[in-house]
């Protein structure tokens, strides 16, 4: 896990996260992006064009002041079709909206195959 500080969203995603990215796209591994990025996704800005490549669920400011709003806390994903419900809540402990999501996540289902002529012997 990388716990990374920056204003700069671009520099992180190109520099930190991208061979993960790939990766993970190579593999089609879903990827998802969740937490307070500092940087306003809201407006259009250089540090929001690399995040333009995945669906951003966050759709609602999320830090909300007296003369502001801004979006700043998101959940950004490649695999939306895993994602049943998303949103925002408030929350007394913090100046920000808690995001959240539901995933759609199935087990993988257990297979059992059965030899009744196999010789065990010798294992």
Do not use: W
Not at 10 to 35: R, Y
Not at 88 to 106: C, E, G, R
């Amino acid at each position: 896990m990388h716990i990374l500080q920056t204003t700069r969203v671009s520099v992180v995603l190109e520099t930190n996260l991208k061979p993960s990215f790939v990766q993970a796209l190579l593999l089609s591994k879903p990827i998802f992006i969740l937490g307070d990025l500092n940087c306003n996704v809201m407006k259009d800005c250089p540090e929001n064009t690399a995040l333009r490549t995945f669906n951003q669920l966050t759709i609602t400011p999320t830090r909300i002041t007296d003369t502001s709003e801004s979006l700043i806390d998101v959940i950004i994903t490649s695999a939306s079709h895993l994602v049943n419900e998303s949103g925002v809540m408030d929350t007394i402990i913090s100046d920000h909206l808690l995001v959240y999501a539901v995933l759609n996540m199935k087990l993988p289902i257990a297979t059992t195959s059965i030899y009744p002529n196999a010789k065990l012997q010798g294992l």
